[in-house]
Nanobody, 123 residues
Framework: VQLQASGGGLVQAGDSLRLSCAASGLTFSSYAMGWFRQAPGKEREFVAAINWSGGTTYYADSVKGRFTISRDNAKNTAYLQMNSLKPEDTAVYYC?????????????????WGQGTLVTVSS
């Protein structure tokens, strides 16, 4: 199983970015997907999750209304659209796959992880 996260970069506050997570080696449509992030010196934290069909999503309060998680099961890819970025969104962003349909916010509930993509938001 491989999860390949991409799309990170250096942006200014208020800008947008879209992260992608390309999955292989698993039946993508059978997995719930999540995005987590880890800022320097901090614990990894939950950002957003989506169930297998895309019909249910859940967000951390800190990103609600600014970030949107989605997926394209035909392309085996999950996305995180990030708008109105803030300096406090600076972190390495990881995608993760959970081998059931239910959404979870704890990192230990996910079975597979991508390598992470760095997002840096300057003020």
């Amino acid at each position: 199983v491989q999860l390949q996260a991409s799309g990170g970069g250096l942006v200014q506050a208020g800008d947008s970015l879209r992260l992608s997570c390309a999955a292989s080696g698993l039946t993508f449509s059978s997995y719930a997907m999540g995005w987590f992030r880890q800022a320097p010196g901090k614990e990894r934290e939950f950002v957003a999750a989506i169930n297998w069909s895309g019909g249910t999503t859940y967000y951390a309060d800190s990103v609600k209304g600014r970030f949107t998680i989605s997926r394209d099961n035909a392309k085996n890819t999950a996305y995180l659209q990030m708008n109105s970025l803030k300096p406090e969104d600076t972190a390495v962003y990881y995608c993760a796959a959970r081998a059931t349909d239910s959404i979870r916010v704890r990192s230990r509930d996910y079975d597979y992880w991508g390598q992470g993509t760095l997002v840096t938001v300057s003020s």
